[in-house]
């Protein structure tokens, strides 16, 4: 698809009729793209965290569980990914929308479609959630793990492992709201933060107590991102507040 899509971009540059032309007074408007970078960090940190987040967590689990432990990690994240499919995209949906929005200054729609947009991604987020609670075994015969004794320990781990799908979807629209007005500090940390910085050194810590304890890592690491990002939130808004009082 790239080798097409390449030889066309070339087969169109080469053409007389193309529209697009390159000029020396553009030269002057690189500066600009530093801006339009530093808005779309957060979308690309988001790839960088889940390639070191898939590293890291497959070698600690190999590392404390061996090869049932691999076996689990490869069933659950592949269901797993299923949730991250729809709450990331319900929260995605938002990013264009609460952009235009802040462009166009309108404080109250941008409340209006935040609140609407927790509350519906909170709802898919529920309805993968009770599923994935109910039917773990039955999610797991759908990859072919169908060992008993593998099958066990993979219902309670799942379990555990799904209790962070509720707190995905809070962090993920909270991501989007903050990338798309601008907030970029607040943006790259709740990357940062839910991508590596928690879930690898609590899994890491968690393992030492048990396969189970390390499934338990994923709903608290969510949970500490949600309350660290909150904790910065706030304080960014009261120095943005003290910042507007004083001017």
């Avoid at 938002?94 to 166009?104: C, M, Q, R, T, V």
């Avoid at 909270?174 to 943006?187: C, D, E, I």
């Avoid at 030492?208 to 960014?236: C, E, N, Q």
């Amino acid at each position: 698809g790239r080798i097409v899509g390449a030889a066309l971009t070339t087969l169109y540059m080469r053409s007389e009729r193309r529209t697009v032309h390159f000029t020396k007074d553009a030269l002057s408007q690189l500066a600009s793209l530093g801006k339009i970078f530093s808005v779309g960090l957060p979308s690309a940190l988001i790839y960088v965290c889940n390639f070191l987040r898939l590293f890291f967590t497959n070698a600690i689990i190999l590392s404390f569980t061996g090869v049932m432990g691999g076996k689990i990690a490869s069933v659950s994240f592949s269901l797993n990914s299923l949730a991250f499919i729809l709450v990331e995209g319900a929260s995605m949906t938002l990013l264009p929308i609460l952009g235009a929005l802040y462009g166009e200054k309108d404080g109250n729609g941008q409340r209006l479609t935040l609140r609407y947009g927790m509350i519906y991604t909170i709802g898919l987020s529920m309805i993968v959630f009770i599923v994935s609670e109910l039917f773990p075994v039955q999610l797991a015969m759908l990859y072919g793990l169908t060992e008993p004794e593998i099958t066990s320990v993979f219902s309670v781990a799942f379990r555990l492992l799904s209790a962070n799908i509720p707190i995905l979807a809070v962090i993920y629209v909270l991501r989007s709201f903050f990338q798309a007005t601008k907030q970029r500090v607040l943006a790259n940390l709740i990357v940062v933060l839910d991508g590596v910085l928690t879930i690898v050194p609590l899994m890491f810590w968690f393992a030492h107590y048990g396969i189970f304890w390390l499934w338990l890592s994923f709903p608290v690491s969510k949970t500490v991102t949600f309350i660290i990002t909150l904790a910065a939130m706030l304080i960014s808004w009261k120095a943005g507040h003290k910042k507007n009082m004083t001017t």
